[in-house]
């Protein structure tokens, strides 16, 4: 089936740093979508991206859809603490959802 | 602002009660779908429904039912609870099928069933 290979697993860093991660598969896609989840709530959409080579911001986040469509990265500017969480990419070409295993970040003050 | 509303944030049951957990939306979305989340597992899907009274298994089905009467509510239901049914429970919705589908989750439900 589809999988999504997201990277890296966990980050730890300080407080200020810049931050990548990315979501690759074997598949293509139509919509990749990032999301936040916080311990114990439910993934919080930051950023839908619909079409091959879109690179679409959100105050420090940013995201970019692959031109193959088998891949999607973001970037969060200038951490601060409330970054904290994990983050997961998913993507579809339809109706069903495919998610990554997650991203967790650790911002230290 | 999509809102999708889970009823129960943190409920406790016990093995063999039958558990009902409700979700709302408020987007006129037509698509809804449950998940569960574990640890090391991910987000699994259990069912979806595209339509009132339509229904479709997702990957994991077993153990469960849902029911979809109005556009707006989809429920889950555990017909006999057992504890590998220990879980965080989400619902989602979205729009429509195809490109430009975004999928909104409420804030999750936490089972225990002891």
């Known amino acids: 089936g589809q999988q999504l290979n997201q990277s890296p697993q966990s980050m730890f860093i300080q407080e200020g740093e810049d931050v990548s991660m990315n979501c690759t598969s074997s598949?293509?896609?139509?919509?990749w979508l990032w999301y936040k989840q916080d311990p114990g709530e439910g993934p919080v959409l930051l950023i839908a991206l619909y079409k091959a080579g879109e690179l679409t911001s959100n105050g420090r986040l940013t995201a970019q859809f692959g031109i193959t469509r088998k891949d999607s990265f973001l970037n969060i500017s200038a951490s601060i603490p409330s970054d904290v969480g994990i983050y997961f990419c998913?993507?579809?070409?339809?109706?069903?959802?495919?998610f990554g295993e997650g991203t967790q970040l650790t911002v230290n003050p | 602002d999509v809102k999708v509303t889970q009823s129960s944030r943190y409920l406790v049951k016990r093995t063999g009660e039958k558990v009902f957990l409700e979700c709302v939306q408020d987007?006129?979305?037509?698509?809804m779908f449950w998940y569960r989340q574990d640890p090391g597992l991910g987000l699994r899907l259990i069912y979806f429904?595209?339509?009132?009274?339509m229904k479709e298994k997702g990957d994991i089905p077993e153990g469960y039912s849902v029911s979809r009467e109005k556009k707006e509510r989809f429920s889950l239901i555990l017909e006999s609870a057992s504890t590998n049914q220990t879980s965080m429970y989400l619902c989602?919705?979205?729009?429509?099928w195809g490109s430009g589908n975004t999928i909104y989750f409420g804030e999750g439900s936490w089972l225990t069933v002891v």
């Open positions: 598949s293509i896609f139509n919509t």
């Open positions: 987007m006129d979305h037509e698509n």
């Open positions: 429904s595209y339509d009132v009274k």
């Open positions: 989602a919705s979205s729009l429509k």
């Open positions: 998913a993507a579809t070409s339809g109706s069903r959802l495919t």
